[in-house]
């Protein structure tokens, strides 16, 4: 999932925050116990949107898939001191894990689980306005939730979306299913006049969109 070249990556991870001990934790028990572990996002990238979230200090985040809950303790460490961070997993056998990792924080209170269909979820929020959206789930449907969740972000709030580079696909001659919908999906948001946007090369690129 690196794009970044291995010694340019350890350098960026040794001159930005340290890792707090409840992510190390995570992070060991995501490779020794779950499969596709590099679907986590990481010290470096857990960083990036730890520091955005501080950035703009939202009340409300909505994430749209938890996995092991790495992500999405990172994003509510910059929540307001009354802020919810509502996360949504596909995967129910995935509860008494990430009920445990969340535990290991001091943000375990911030945090609203919810398990199903992103799309099904989502609707249920009704008016909800969010400050801040990530969305890292079943990469075909990245567009779908973009635009079920744009009306639903505060002007000036953040919607970043994770793998935007594909392993360096996106840039390069790949004609796969996944590789044109990530190309679809970057090409559509870079004409939308409706918000700023910059992909970040960050591990597998974070594609960082502020609506206006």
């Not at 009354?82 to 894990?97: L, S």
């Not at 929020?125 to 973009?146: E, R, S, T």
Request: aromatic share 8%.
């Amino acid at each position: 999932m690196e794009i970044l070249p291995d010694d340019l990556q350890l350098y960026l991870d040794t001159h930005c925050e340290p890792e707090p001990d409840a992510l190390k934790f995570i992070n060991r028990e995501t490779y020794a116990k779950v499969l596709k572990p590099n679907m986590l996002s990481g010290h470096y990238q857990g960083r990036v949107l730890s520091m955005l979230s501080k950035m703009i200090q939202p009340k409300l985040i909505l994430e749209i898939g938890t996995f092991t809950g790495y992500a999405t303790i990172c994003l509510a460490e910059g929540l307001a001191d009354d802020g919810i961070i509502h996360t949504i997993e596909v995967n129910r056998e995935m509860e008494e894990m990430l009920n445990s990792h969340f535990k290991l924080t001091n943000v375990e209170k911030k945090i609203k689980l919810h398990f199903g269909a992103a799309a099904d979820v989502i609707a249920d929020f009704g008016a909800v306005i969010f400050d801040l959206v990530f969305i890292d789930a079943d990469k075909k449907n990245n567009l779908l939730y973009f635009d079920l969740i744009f009306d639903k972000v505060r002007s000036g709030g953040l919607i970043i979306i994770d793998n935007v580079l594909w392993k360096g696909k996106v840039y390069g001659g790949e004609k796969d299913a996944d590789t044109e919908s990530f190309r679809k999906l970057n090409d559509r948001i870079a004409v939308d006049t409706r918000v700023e946007k910059l992909i970040l090369p960050v591990r597998d690129g974070l594609l960082v969109i502020r609506k206006k």
